[in-house]
């Protein structure tokens, strides 16, 4: 067990709705990192937090948003769903920053929330 | 662009053997190697990483890699096999001074057959 929590495990949706994910990192982290995975395109990086503010943006649509909150966990919002954009969604956590840079680089991850689009 | 390879979509060996799964990178700079695993239905799980010193890194579960300079690789090799490390592995670098998401490898699938 990582520390790193994810909600819901599964969500089966339609077309053109819109959906929150959410995470919550492990106690003392403040970096959460948001990651997409799926056949085709494997492992992509979405985006950052670190301590509430936008750090990094990765692959990351339009329709993608995320914003994370003063009790640091993270949500990731999809909107006007496609049938691509099913794929397993992982959240990591990281430890503070020093000077810029991690502390720790490593990244712990959640389990993971299955996304399907019907 | 900096990005990791992992040549081989899937490993085989016999429980007991050694095994290597394979990784070269191409970064600018001084890359941060990491090695995760993935078990069927479950998240990514930390191998081991390295980011500066000895070129042979030590990990979880047994598994250790050895980081090359000069081939640019960083592949990770466990003396015995078990059954139960049957899974995916992946490659990864941060690299420098790019912020601090991960690019992942696609990926190796490894079978350890008893």
């Known amino acids: 067990d990582s520390g790193v929590t994810q909600t819901p495990k599964h969500l089966i949706t339609a077309t053109g709705q819109r959906v929150t994910l959410r995470c919550s990192p492990r106690?003392?982290?403040?970096?959460v990192y948001w990651y997409q995975q799926s056949l085709d395109q494997g492992l992509q990086f979405l985006i950052q937090?670190?301590?509430?503010?936008?750090?990094a943006k990765g692959n990351i649509l339009e329709r993608f948003s995320a914003q994370q909150f003063p009790d640091l966990h993270s949500e990731l919002n999809l909107s006007s769903l496609e049938l691509g954009d099913s794929a397993l969604y992982f959240c990591?956590?990281?430890?503070?920053?020093?000077?810029?840079?991690?502390?720790?680089?490593?990244?712990?991850f959640g389990p993971g929330t299955r996304l399907t689009v019907l | 662009a900096q990005s990791v390879a992992q040549p081989e979509d899937q490993v085989n060996v016999a429980e007991g053997n050694p095994l290597t799964v394979k990784c070269t990178y191409s970064?600018?700079?001084?890359?941060?190697l990491f090695w995760y695993v993935q078990y069927p239905n479950r998240g990514l799980q930390f191998l081991l990483k390295y980011i500066t010193g000895d070129n042979l890194v030590k990990g979880s579960y047994g598994f250790e890699a050895e980081f090359n300079k000069s081939q640019t690789s960083f592949h990770l090799k466990k003396p015995s096999a078990l059954v139960s490390d049957s899974a995916l592995y992946f490659c990864a670098v941060r690299p420098w001074g790019s912020g601090y998401a991960l690019n992942f490898g696609k990926g190796t699938s490894l079978l350890v057959t008893p």
């Open positions: 990591a956590s990281s430890g503070p920053l020093s000077g810029g840079a991690p502390v720790t680089d490593t990244q712990y």
């Open positions: 970064v600018s700079g001084n890359p941060y």
């Open positions: 937090y670190y301590n509430g503010e936008e750090r």
């Open positions: 106690s003392g982290d403040l970096s």
